[in-house]
Each structure stands twice: as C-alpha cells, then as structure tokens.
C-alpha cells in the first residue's frame, strides 16, 4: 500500500532524511518511532506529497507520487485521513464544521446526513455535544481528540496518526490505543502510527521501525521490539538517559557548523 524507496530530504544543508526504504502492507498497522527531530512528521508529510523527496519514490497504491499529476496526486490525497502533530483545527470554525471539512471537501455524504456522523463520531472520542464549542475553548486534549475525529471521520483507506496520544491522561491514552485498534480490525485500515508512546506500539502496531541519523535503524514486530536486545532500541524502549543515541537536535548544530 505505502513503499518508500532510498529517500533522501534535506531542509537548506540539513539533511533529515538519508535513504529511508519501507513497505508498509494494505490493512496494517505499522508505528514509527524515533527521537525528537529525527524525521517522523516530515516522513508523514512525504506520504501525502504536502513534501516533495529530493531523491527517491513514495509510492502509495501503485502510483509514484512524486512523479504525479497535481491531478492524480489529488486522487492520492482522498486515501488519506491525517492526524496533524500540531491538531491544525480551523479557529474560525467550531468543533463539529472543522470535524465535518473532509466529508464536506470530498462531497461523499449529503448534507443533512454529516452532522449525523460527526456527533456519532465525537461520542466515539467522548466528545459528545461539542459541535457548537470553538476550538479556543478547549483543553489541550480535548483538541488532539476533535482533530483525530476529523482524520477519522471519512474511514479513509490509510490513516496516518502523529502522535496521537501525547498531551492526554493515560485513561485517554488507553482509549486513543483502543480505537487505534479499532479501527484497523474493523474497517481493515491501514494505520501509520508516529508516537513516543510505547503503550501505543505494543497495543496498536503490527511492525515497528526505529529511525535514527536518516535511516531506518531497527525493524520488527511490536512483540520483537520488546525483547530485542539491540542497545538503540533497548535504551529507547526503556527511555534510559546513557546509551548509543546522541541527540537529533545537537547533530544538526553540530552539521550546521561544519564539524
Ligand atoms: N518545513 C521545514 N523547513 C525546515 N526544516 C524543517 C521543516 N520541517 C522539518 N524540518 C526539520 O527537519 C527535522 C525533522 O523534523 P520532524 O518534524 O520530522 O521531526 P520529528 O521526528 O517529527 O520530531 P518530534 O518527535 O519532535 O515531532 C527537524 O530538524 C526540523 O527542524
Ligand atoms: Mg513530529
């Protein structure tokens, strides 16, 4: 469903990505997971084309996408359901029209049938009765769970979930997990999960990938990465402060000034 093939993303002379390769199969759930600053967001927006590799194939359902059309890449997008690290709700928008945009972007529901859906949907995330709320008036968490409504609310073919349960309590944790779940077994959806939460991968992800220095470093299934002995995925599973990782941000100013 998703193959990234050797690419290569740099920002001005940074270099993020350094020949990223992964197959991600139709119906999966597959977690990536990585330090800070290491290129997780930017691989999620390489999948949709909001980037562009400077080297190197995205492919997504058989079609290229960095040699497509504006067209066909439009045609790509519909697939996707994308849960935005940063939530990018509409302030101008209350609660359940922000909720309703994909559905009434892609013209796929009749109108009176939408608000139907996104109250079905906000009861799902607790949410119930929230549709008149501006997204001023919300609690940090409250906004990750309208802007995971809105990702969801299409049941696209692939959802894409940056950190979907950082800044929430650990019983919203566990809730966000069980729809994760959810909603691969149910509707067969492809997941791809960005998270620094390892209750998510051993809950909601099939395969794990670690990335480091522009690469994948680590690959296995979520049980593998439990018990895998490699010191990268050890000091990370275990979020030890001594071990082989140096830190993202430190190697970018350390490239920055040539050394
Ligand atoms: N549009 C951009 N312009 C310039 N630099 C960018 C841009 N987007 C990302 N970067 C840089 O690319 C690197 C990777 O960023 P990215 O957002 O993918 O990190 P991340 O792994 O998602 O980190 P976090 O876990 O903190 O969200 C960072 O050094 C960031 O500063
Ligand atoms: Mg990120």
């Keep these: 469903m998703i193959e990234f093939i050797d690419v290569y993303k740099s920002f001005n002379d940074h270099e993020v990505l350094k020949g990223l390769t992964f ?13 800070s600053g290491c290129g997780k967001s930017v691989t999620l927006k390489l999948m949709t084309g909001l980037l562009k590799p400077d080297k190197g194939k995205v492919i997504i359902d058989g079609i290229d996408i960095t040699k497509a059309t504006p067209g066909k890449l439009a045609q790509v ?14 302030n101008s928008l ?10 009434r972007e892609h013209r796929e529901l009749p109108e009176p049938k939408i608000m139907g859906r996104v109250s079905e949907t906000l009861k799902r995330l607790g949410l119930k009765h929230l549709e008149h709320i501006m997204p001023g008036e919300l609690s940090g968490g409250m906004k990750k769970r309208v802007s995971l409504a809105r990702a969801i609310i299409r049941e ?8 979907p349960t950082t800044g929430l309590d650990p019983i919203m944790c566990n809730v966000i997990n069980k729809l994760i779940v959810e909603m691969r077994q149910k509707l067969k959806i492809t997941s791809i999960v960005v998270t620094h939460d390892m209750n998510t991968v051993f809950m909601a992800a099939d395969r794990v990938v670690l990335l ?24 990370f599973v ?3 402060a001594a071990g082989p990782f140096q830190d993202e941000d430190e190697l970018k100013l350390k490239e920055k000034s040539g050394e």
Aim: proline share 3%.
């Design 23 to 35: 197959k991600v199969n139709q119906g999966e759930s597959f977690a990536i997971i990585g330090r």
């Design 238 to 240: 275990l979020g030890e």
């Design 156 to 163: 696209p073919e692939i959802i894409l979930y940056d950190e």
């Design 94 to 103: 209350n609660v359940g029209d922000n909720i309703a945009l994909p559905l």
């Design 212 to 235: 480091y220095q522009g690469k994948i470093i680590s690959a296995g299934t979520a049980a593998e990465f439990k018990k895998m002995g490699d010191a990268y995925v050890k000091q």
């Design 77 to 90: 997008r519909k697939k996707f359901g994308f849960l935005f690290q940063s939530g990018a709700l509409l």
